[in-house]
């Protein structure tokens, strides 16, 4: 398996987009197409004793970075950037699957235009896990704000198969986001979504899903337009930092407050890691049709790493064909 | 002051409701009107050595009551409800402002029906503080789905009249909750939002808010629709309920670390009183002509109590009246 890493987007670019490559080679064996300015790779790669004429290795030239402030439409417009030319080679098959911590617009825009869209699926999706004590898909989670119906239908199936076969879940329970349980709640849209993943057969649906109950584990995968589902997944951030500041300053306040905190060192440490979306790996693209991980922006090398075993396994599992058939 | 207080409705009615509308008598002096089952309100009283005959108190019978299960049209249904008959004695102005932990659909509905709108106001709105260090007036949090820049705009002139009268803030800093901080961000209604809450000279305009950014007290009044805004209002609810349980069981593991938390019981014991809204009083309806406020349907005595204070300051600050001037 080949996985197409783009080195120079992302906050920690390129050097720990580097390192997280690196550290996925050793550990995973995956090849790597690294792809961003050849002079920093090469430097990269010298510093640190790897050697780029290892068949697993790959440098692909790209001179042009897209920024975080950049709108979408520089995935054309900056054709020489390393999101770009990463793309191009996914679409021409020079490379399995896809990582990028960049631009999250552009790389979904540059994943519709590049990778296309699986055929008979309205739109394609940006799915991320809720960092809870059971993984949660959610899905949308910011790309499309106008939905209806059918999109929504589509959204639980791919999310459905895609968790199924990442986490091995025979029959992922599959909620709907809305205001309230009853099948009354929300607005046409959801009442018609409610009654559409109901006759479904394709999918365990459990019914409309609210947001109070998120964090324990109700369901598996949460449906939902791309504007509510950035607001879970920002405010899920928010306080989840927020919260874990306070306990922070409690702990700052005196050295007894500070032992406090010593004596449960290391199960704050868990529950942290229980909270960082990173240990999941990236956001995959879904309903495009080739595999594209979106890494959080201030990816470290670990958030990398996890990012490639994720893309070699979305295309290992052969999500994709999944979705297609199904949709 | 007479407060109106529908006695038989909540998960802790009517005992917690009674023990509230009494501690605020005490407390603040306010007269009460009590709504709901003679007989039951009489025993209270009875047993609990209060003298109904005494000026400030008052009984009015209401043998029905409207469940958490009902539909808002029971409010119109079961005429002879305690939140109904507390409506009309408010309508009729045989109190200045009611307090109720019951069904907020049915209050909801009923403000508009027997409180009526202000007039020029296209819907009234459900308020309600978000529980962090600094209090966030989130407008609106569940009673409208749809709405559009007019509506948006005039939640914005509400929530921060509002908590310039209740907080005493002088130019309530007002966001408008959405995906992104640039004003390109959202769809059509809230870009025409953001250029009609930037024009507005009645208020102070931060711009676009993330969800993210919510703890941090960078705004006083959020505006959104109320789809969103109730899922705000759940997910913080449900996700500082379960690190606060995350917590708990690592307190519970064995006596170290239940030592840890014994050490800093009392800070956590102020960081929880942060995080529970009922010490804000309870939620304003905002934009219907008469003084209302929604309880939280689990208060107990304090919650209830506090509520009735915040009724009588949303009385005495004229705020309906600013309302009304500036919409």
Redesign the interface.
Known sequence: MNIIIDVMSGDNAPDEILKGAFLALEEYGHSITLVGKNEIINRYTYENGFDISRGEISVVNADDVITMEDDPFAIKNKKDSSMTVALKLLADSKGDALVSAGNTAALYTGGVIYASRIKGLRKAALATFLP?EKPLLLIDA?AN??VNEDILEQFAVMGSVYVSRMLGIEAPRVGL?N?GTEHTK??DILRSAHKRLTKNTKINFIGNT???????GVCDVLVTD???G???L??????????FK?LKD??A?NP??K???A??RP??KE?KKVFNASEYGGAPLLGVSRPIIKAHGSSDATAIKNAVRVAAAYCEYDIIAEIAKLT
């Not at 920002?234 to 919260?243: A, N, S």
């Open positions: 809870f910011g704000i106008a986001l205001n929300g607005n609210e947001a109070k109950s998120l964090p324990y791309g504007f509510s950035n607001i879970v920002k405010l899920t951030e928010g306080l989840c930092g927020y919260m306070k409690i702990y306040k007894v407050t032992l406090s905190g004596i449960i199960e704050l529950m």
